[in-house]
């Protein structure tokens, strides 16, 4: 068994400015994509502009905070935020939505692309390389708040968290941390490295974003308003999860579908 090392979750205290360690992973996490967003408009085969990025992570910034906050309220505890509506801003508290911050994030990329007169896939197919960082450096903070930990376990790294009792538990924010946030951005930044087909790269985030994520909740324990939904171990992350493995798949499946009849074409010309 492990010592959780309990951290103070306020980073930094000027008067009664309070500046926690979890608001300060997702100003880290906007600008680790924001510099990988730089390299990657470098690579030949981008045509896309440092300014663009910069536009590009500014929507994608207030997509995932207005998204994530949503969306957690929506799926998870609807009825607390009813009762007490002055919750909804205290996000340092965590309480965001991984998937409520997909759909922001979605809106600001296709509103964006009007913008630059961009199809939609083209800028979720760039975004998607760099968001894994982002999505790591959070999970991060999650552990720092004490939140969201694994079921009782005795594998050799469990740990006690404080408010979780006594037992040692899995440290899944960790999991989360290192397969969504590490192995995630290996596998995009790779994929990304060369010419794709148009979907290829987004359809690759969502599939293999939302395999990771319907693993890791079996050692994960469900949000305690809401428990398990059925089987004695489906939760609302797996729920949520499932639709993006099957739009990843299907995502690539066009995507590879379109260059193998555009080849066809081609031949046949």
Do not use: C
Request: net charge positive.
């Amino acid at each position: 068994m492990l010592i959780y090392p309990e951290i103070d979750p306020v980073a930094l205290q000027l008067g009664p400015l309070k500046i926690h360690w979890y608001g300060l992973t997702y100003l880290i996490g906007f600008a680790a994509a924001w510099w990988l967003g730089r390299l990657q408009a470098q690579r030949p085969h981008s045509g896309w502009t440092e300014q663009q990025v910069g536009d590009l992570i500014f929507y994608g910034a207030l997509g995932v905070i207005l998204g994530g906050r949503i969306g957690y309220i929506l799926f998870y505890d609807f009825a607390v935020y009813i009762e007490n509506p002055l919750r909804i801003v205290q996000i340092w508290q965590g309480g965001m939505s991984f998937h409520g911050g997909l759909i922001g994030v979605l809106i600001g990329m296709w509103l964006f692309g009007r913008r630059y007169n961009k199809t939609f896939f083209e800028v979720t197919d760039f975004l998607a390389p760099v968001a894994p960082i982002g999505l790591g450096v959070v999970r991060i903070g999650n552990f720092i708040n004490g939140e969201l930990w694994g079921k009782v376990s005795d594998v050799p790294w469990a740990m006690v968290f404080p408010g979780a009792g006594s037992l040692p538990r899995h440290p899944s924010q960790l999991y989360e941390s290192f397969l969504e946030g590490a192995v995630l951005f290996l596998i995009m930044w790779l994929f990304s490295g060369k010419s794709r087909p148009i979907r290829a790269i987004s359809g690759m985030f969502l599939f293999f974003y939302g395999l990771f994520r319907f693993l890791v909740e079996f050692v994960r324990m469900p949000d305690p308003q809401l428990g398990y939904l059925a089987f004695g171990w489906l939760t609302m992350g797996q729920i949520l999860s499932l639709p993006m493995i099957i739009a990843g798949m299907v995502l690539l499946w066009l995507a590879y579908q379109k260059r193998e009849n555009s080849a066809k074409k081609a031949r046949a010309k």
